[in-house]
């Protein structure tokens, strides 16, 4: 199984900035993607950003220019920085892995248990 913990959330202005940050860990085989989701109040899951195992990114339109991907594949960790922050970017974001698990062949993905962003003045 693959757990992640994710950090970083939290209450900012508008036009700040924030940093998150998602650990794996447990019987990782290997992972081929690791990105963002966000979910705000009566609103659907929707993709931020993703970035592939060979570094290849995407994003959402609507954080294009303001949001940056990375992550540090020794440390099985992805981040999220945040700038130019709006209140409709008020979520909860979620860590997403997609990985194989030790002794698996099958890939599976996980989730975190979520972080809340709010932007507000």
């Known amino acids: 199984q693959v757990q992640l913990v994710e950090s970083g959330g939290g209450l900012v202005q508008p036009g700040g900035s924030l940093r998150l940050s998602c650990a794996a860990s447990?019987?990782?085989?290997?992972?081929?993607?690791m990105g963002w989701y966000r979910q705000a109040p009566g609103k659907q899951r929707e993709l931020v950003a993703t970035?592939?195992?060979?570094?290849?990114?995407n994003y959402a339109d609507s954080v294009k220019g303001r949001f940056t991907i990375s992550r540090d594949k020794a440390k099985k960790t992805v981040y999220l920085q945040m700038n130019s922050l709006k209140p409709e970017d008020t979520a909860v974001y979620y860590c997403?892995?997609?990985?194989?698990?030790?002794?698996?062949?099958?890939?599976?993905?996980?989730w975190g248990q979520g972080t809340q962003v709010t932007i507000s003045s």
């Open positions: 447990g019987s990782i085989f290997s992972i081929y993607a």
């Open positions: 997403h892995c997609g990985a194989v698990v030790a002794g698996s062949r099958v890939p599976s993905d996980s």
């Open positions: 970035i592939t195992s060979g570094g290849s990114t």
